[in-house]
């Protein structure tokens, strides 16, 4: 009877002895438990934001338009141009008005260089009419009292110093007419403003600050009253409209702080707080229309242009902040975790 050889008894212990460590540490891990993450709770700034994408948008787009019928002559701006209030934007061609100012001018001057100074000659020579008129009939009635005279003379005489007298307040009255400040001044100046200001209106200016947003004529374009010829965003107006989902707005309130990127300016932070907040939810989306209003002038903000914004809804200066997969069994604002104490959970 042959017996193994002690190489083989080795191998047949060895073989064993891992069996038995394989099933052990198998053993140990049932018994273990699974492996779990563990953090360390900690107390720090904990805020609650409501994160969405927004527009930028004008809450004042002042349209202009011309109160002329005409065509356009020349144009000073084009879109995102920024002006000022009184900048010339659009000129209409003016030939026409042109020559009635000049027109206007001409007749007011002739009134005052030619037509007074002949009206005040016309009284002076009336005045001397008519005291020669009044000295001759005083004189043949005189006369006709000593009977020197015939009676028809002296009617002959008052007639003609009647005349005299008529046309003397003719005259004085077409000079009071003429004079400065006249009935015939003052309707020569009149038309003369009329025409000054229908030239002006040739030049259509920017009644407010702002940046040009949109312009739908060219110079040689025919204008009318009624129709847009440009779009002005007023300046320091732009607004940050952002739609949230409804499931979201619970926490929102006017006057909550926001923060604000814009996707073109990924650098830049802009500081806005809610301002209005729509009285209806689309129905189509879902959404509220939530309004941002910026708290500093941003030049480089343009109407359209898309960004985010965090709205702040909640703060805590001192809270435990755990990972939200830490949390288990959430209802609402309650939910449970494992603690760790001494090694055990």
Partial sequence: MSHPSPSRRFLRYLLLLLVVLVAGSLLWRQQQGPVLPVVVASQQLLLQQVVASGEVRSDSLVRIGSELVGVVKSRSVREGDRVAAGDLLLELQDSEQQARVQEATAALQQLITVQRPQAAAVLRNAEQALQQADAELARREALAARDQVAAEQVEATRSAAIAARALHEQAALQLKALAAGGAQEQQASQRLEA??????????????????????????????PGNTLLELAREQSLKIVVPVDEKSIGGLAPGQSALIIAD??????????????????????????????????????????????????????????????????????????????????
């Fill in 264 to 345: 073109a300016y990924p650098d830049q932070v802009i500081q806005a707080q809610v301002s209005f907040m729509a009285p209806a939810v689309d129905p189509t989306r879902g959404t509220l229309a939530v309004d941002l209003e910026l708290l500093d002038t941003v030049p480089f903000l343009r109407q359209g242009m898309t960004v985010s914004a965090s709205i702040e809804t909640g703060r805590r200066e001192a809270a435990l902040v755990l990972p939200n997969d830490m949390l288990f069994d959430v209802e609402g604002n309650s939910a449970s975790v494992l603690l760790v104490r001494d090694g055990l959970v």
């Fill in 195 to 224: 025409a000054r200001a229908a030239l002006a209106r040739t030049r259509i200016t920017a009644p407010v600050a702002g940046v040009v947003q949109t312009r739908n004529v060219e110079p040689g374009d025919v204008v009318q």
